[in-house]
């Protein structure tokens, strides 16, 4: 299991954009192709494939977390030290039982 | 943060919704096609019998027989296979209209759909729901067809020419009757 947890699933928020952008693309792209191809040899079965065959492509470049979309990470603040850390997280549960 | 299973689901999704774009696409581009087209249709051989219907009432009805000629190329009507029917329409005492359907045949797409038939045999019974066959004047057959389209709506159309018989005013009664 700690393999499977180690395989990094994550994108960047920019990368999420340009996944997204770039899967949009690609399935209108070849539908629209497959329409105008469908329509010329009169088979809507070949458009569907066509899309299917975009659906397909777009699925492989835009799922998988490729390397592509983690260019830039988040700056996450750096972790305290042990001491100041549990006196803030004690503040932070006092907070939220007032709140309560 | 999206995770695999999200952006897969964007994708699914996405792809779905243009394949529904492109099949209204594909309805829109055949709504407004006319499907009617000419249909020549002759009667061979006709007699009517008087026989007893043990599906329905036991009772003595008319039955009628024919062999009919059927010529008409359908092969510009496809958009995705065709259903063809032929229907005896006819008055009676008993009822202003009175339709049978008499033949009918499915043509798949990319199936020879210039139709020659010569002396063909009707595929179902023609029984008549009391005497109102034997001499009858006008009997109409005509062909109607519905268009099984990819996508869209489900037409029935009616041919262009029909063919109007008549049956003989006496029964057969002889037990076998060869049509062909």
Same mark, same amino acid.
């Given at each position: 299991?700690?393999?499977?947890?180690?395989?990094p699933t994550?994108?960047d928020f920019? @990368?999420?954009?340009?996944?997204?952008k770039?899967?949009r +693309?690609? &399935?209108t792209?070849? %539908?629209f #192709?497959?329409?105008?191809? @469908?329509?010329?040899i009169?088979q809507?079965s070949?458009t +569907?494939y &066509?899309l299917?065959a %975009?659906f #397909?492509?777009?699925?492989l470049l835009?799922?998988?977390?490729?390397?592509?979309?983690?260019?830039?990470?988040l700056?996450?603040q750096?972790?305290?030290?042990e001491?100041?850390s549990?006196?803030?997280s004690?503040d932070s549960?006092?907070k939220?039982?007032?709140?309560n | 943060?999206?995770?695999?299973l999200?952006r897969g689901?964007?994708?699914?999704?996405y792809?779905l919704s243009v394949?529904?774009c492109?099949?209204?696409?594909?309805?829109?581009?055949t709504?407004?096609?006319?499907?009617r087209?000419?249909?020549?249709?002759?009667?061979v051989?006709?007699?009517?019998?008087?026989?007893?219907?043990?599906?329905a009432?036991?009772?003595?009805n008319?039955?009628?027989?024919?062999t009919?000629d059927?010529h008409t190329?359908l092969s510009?009507?496809?958009n995705?296979?065709?259903?063809l029917y032929?229907t005896?329409?006819?008055?009676?005492?008993?009822?202003?209209?009175?339709?049978?359907?008499l033949?009918?045949?499915?043509?798949?797409?990319?199936?020879?759909?210039v139709?020659?038939?010569k002396n063909m045999?009707?595929k179902?019974?023609f029984?008549?729901d009391?005497n109102g066959?034997k001499g009858n004047?006008n009997?109409t057959?005509?062909?109607?067809?519905?268009?099984?389209p990819?996508a869209?709506l489900l037409p029935?159309?009616?041919a262009h020419?029909?063919h109007?018989?008549?049956f003989p005013v006496?029964?057969?009664t002889?037990?076998?009757v060869?049509?062909?």
């Amino acid at each position: 299991m700690d393999f499977i947890n180690k395989i990094p699933t994550h994108m960047d928020f920019e @990368g999420q954009a340009r996944a997204e952008k770039l899967s949009r +693309v690609i &399935i209108t792209l070849f %539908g629209f #192709v497959g329409l105008v191809w @469908g329509y010329i040899i009169q088979q809507f079965s070949q458009t +569907v494939y &066509i899309l299917g065959a %975009g659906f #397909v492509l777009a699925a492989l470049l835009t799922i998988p977390p490729w390397p592509l979309y983690r260019k830039k990470p988040l700056n996450w603040q750096k972790a305290k030290g042990e001491t100041e850390s549990v006196s803030t997280s004690s503040d932070s549960t006092k907070k939220n039982k007032k709140k309560n | 943060m999206h995770s695999i299973l999200q952006r897969g689901n964007a994708i699914l999704a996405y792809t779905l919704s243009v394949l529904a774009c492109l099949t209204f696409v594909c309805f829109a581009s055949t709504v407004l096609l006319n499907y009617r087209t000419h249909a020549d249709l002759n009667t061979v051989k006709v007699v009517v019998k008087n026989v007893p219907d043990y599906s329905a009432s036991r009772e003595k009805n008319d039955l009628g027989f024919l062999t009919f000629d059927l010529h008409t190329d359908l092969s510009h009507l496809f958009n995705w296979n065709l259903f063809l029917y032929l229907t005896a329409e006819y008055e009676t005492a008993n009822n202003k209209l009175n339709q049978v359907v008499l033949w009918d045949k499915i043509i798949l797409r990319g199936e020879n759909a210039v139709l020659d038939f010569k002396n063909m045999n009707t595929k179902y019974y023609f029984w008549d729901d009391g005497n109102g066959l034997k001499g009858n004047n006008n009997i109409t057959l005509t062909l109607s067809w519905n268009i099984i389209p990819n996508a869209g709506l489900l037409p029935n159309i009616f041919a262009h020419g029909s063919h109007s018989f008549q049956f003989p005013v006496d029964y057969t009664t002889s037990r076998m009757v060869r049509l062909n």
